[in-house]
């Protein structure tokens, strides 16, 4: 079954950088959308990015344009995000996410049916 592995979370200062990962393994169909997303405490789970292995054609939401860049490694089967210009509210466990054959992009949760376990994400001084 597909299985997805976050990593890279931590304490970062405001306006610092990180890069989480997410390594899959047991895709099995055509192409797949790979997804991060985000949940803060007291809060809703809310999409950050996507990207389809089809083309590597991605999508972010308003929160994630301009300071957080999806991309994929197809020899390490691993997206990657790669996070700068760091704000407090960006603090939340990150989740990776993917779901096969969908033909558009879009970061709507109950969509995506395989999930990553998570990583914290803080950000403060």
């Known amino acids: 079954q597909v299985q997805l592995v976050e990593s890279g979370g931590g304490l970062v200062q405001p306006g610092g950088s990180l890069r989480l990962s997410c390594e899959y393994s047991?895709?099995?169909?055509?192409?797949?959308?790979i997804a991060w997303f985000r949940q803060a405490p007291g809060k809703e789970r809310e999409g950050v990015s996507c990207?389809?292995?089809?083309?590597?054609?991605?999508y972010y939401a308003d929160s994630a344009k301009g300071r957080f860049t999806i991309s994929r490694d197809n020899v390490k089967s691993t997206v990657y995000l790669q996070m700068n210009n760091l704000k407090p509210d960006d603090t939340a466990v990150y989740y990776c996410?993917?779901?096969?054959?969908?033909?558009?992009?879009?970061?709507?949760?109950?969509?995506?049916?395989?999930w990553g376990q998570g990583t914290q994400v803080t950000v403060s001084s």
């Open positions: 996410a993917a779901v096969g054959k969908m033909w558009y992009l879009d970061l709507i949760s109950w969509k995506y049916d395989s």
């Open positions: 990207i389809s292995t089809r083309d590597d054609s991605t």
């Open positions: 047991g895709f099995t169909l055509d192409f797949y959308v």
